[in-house]
């Protein structure tokens, strides 16, 4: 199963975009990329997910490179309640188990 | 209706006694997921139910028990647990195993173990 690898904390200015990068550099063809963010004490809260092309919702955009080895979630206008941990999870297609990261704790400065 | 609830919010228990948690979603989600969450530490996969049915048992020492009683409802059952696994209990559904699938997670239980 492939492993991902995240800073373990970003600050980032309220209202200015916030991009939160994630290495993982042995997914495999038929694994997908998904982001999740755990607000303190609370259950994670699905953001966005993606196979191989840039995804867009509106939360956030998700930027994957072309070789698929590595990911980056932004966050276009930051506000103080995105301040939380953001995990890159890989998930096998066709299976149910997340493999979490380690997340990047990300503050929002006001 | 798109949550997820847990209860009890917070539990403390001895080392001998017999509790329960309850988890409850009414999206007609045939997936459901126990997940125990340590301090600082991502969440890490317990068990995973599919159509009411044990699906994946990651390893869990048998003082963990799930239950699935019906295709809204999960349990787990706690009996003669250790202080080591004091820790955040998380339970999580989806509507099935597809790629497009997320997992919704409900608030969780604080487990505290004395």
């Known amino acids: 199963d492939a492993k991902t690898t995240q800073p373990p904390s970003m600050d980032c200015a309220e209202g200015r975009a916030a991009n939160l990068p994630c290495n993982h550099s042995t997914i495999s063809g038929n694994e997908y990329v998904y982001w999740y963010r755990q607000i303190h004490s609370q259950g994670p809260q699905y953001i966005i997910h993606?196979?191989?092309n840039n995804e867009t919702n509106e939360m956030a955009s998700l930027i994957i490179t072309e070789d698929r080895k590595s990911s980056t979630l932004i966050l276009p206008h930051a506000t103080l309640r995105d301040t939380a941990v953001y995990y890159c999870?890989?998930?096998?297609?066709?299976?149910?188990?997340?493999?979490f990261g380690t997340g990047t704790r990300l503050k929002v400065l006001a | 209706d798109t949550e997820v609830t847990q209860t009890p919010k917070h539990l403390v228990m001895g080392m001998t006694n017999k509790k329960s948690l309850k988890c409850e979603q009414h999206?007609?989600?045939?997936?459901m997921y126990w997940y125990k969450q340590k301090a600082k530490k991502p969440p890490e996969l317990m068990f995973v139910y599919s159509y009411e049915k044990l699906s994946i048992n990651e390893s869990v020492p048998s003082r963990f028990s799930p239950e699935c009683p019906n295709s809204s409802l999960l349990n787990l059952h706690l009996h003669a647990l250790q202080p080591e696994d004091s820790a955040l209990y998380l339970c999580?559904?989806?509507?099935?195993?597809?790629?497009?699938?997320?997992?919704?997670f409900g608030p969780g239980t604080r487990l505290t173990v004395t």
């Open positions: 999580a559904s989806s509507p099935g195993q597809g790629p497009t699938y997320e997992q919704y």
């Open positions: 999870i890989v998930r096998p297609r066709g299976t149910y188990k997340y493999i």
């Open positions: 993606g196979l191989k």
């Open positions: 999206m007609g989600h045939r997936a």
